[in-house]
């Protein structure tokens, strides 16, 4: 065989491998509601916007499935008094710092703080199911600060309303809390806002933010994340490729 033949030959058994390797990070739909991200380790339900529909019997939820964050914290108790699926550990999203030791409260586009955009860190699990999940952008590059119109869950910049993003059903263009003290602020809170993919602070008084449960992954969920048929074929073609190369240098 050829040097080049060669060459090309390993290439291909290289992305082959490659592919399998990243084809395990991925959101599964577990069935029943759910969705495993195999990445943060949680469960997520898979309608955005429960609260819509169910509210538990709480009051204080719009239409829009809308609330504050003390009424978002109610919603939860309920759900989980309700054992909800079959599980009472539902919460919601937390945010830990993107450098795993303290929040930097700075404003950034390339999502090397844990404040707006572009944050592709599982240590923001909304940010990083907005980003990397979905593959949703933001009003900017983070590369160059160049603008991307296509941003937000319509991928128009559209506020309100909401869509099914891949196998996520009823994500609204609106702010979603999640459960972490916004320090530098008393009475804030960590928020993700699906409309422009920004992260921030915001008085947990605000009526007219989403709530979107996550729980964390049992066992059950984690069996779901066994490769797809596809993985394993690109294995077997990658590793058929391997013993073609063999086989062609001893014969050449």
Known sequence: MSRSRLFRAV??????LAAVGTSHAALLDEGNGQLYDNVTDLVWQQNANLAATNTFGLSGIDTNGRMTWGTAQNWIAAM????????????????SPVNGKSFNYNYSIDGTTDRVYNITSSASPLSYMY??????????????????PDFGVFRNGTWGGQADIGIVK????NGYWTSTAYDPVPGYVWYFDTQFGAQGGGTQYYYGLN????????????????????????????LGLLGFVARSRKYS
């Open 11 to 16: 290439v291909c058994v290289g992305l082959c």
């Open 131 to 148: 980003y990397v999940n979905l593959g949703l952008k933001a009003p900017m590059s983070p590369l160059d600060d160049s603008p991307q």
């Open 80 to 95: 989980n008094a309700n054992d909800y699926l079959g599980h009472s550990d539902w919460m919601l999203p937390s945010v």
């Open 170 to 173: 009823n994500l609204q263009s």
């Open 211 to 238: 709530a979107w449960a996550v729980r964390p992954a049992d066992a059950g969920d984690i069996a779901a994340a066994i490769p797809e048929p596809e993985t394993y074929l690109m294995l077997l073609a990658g």
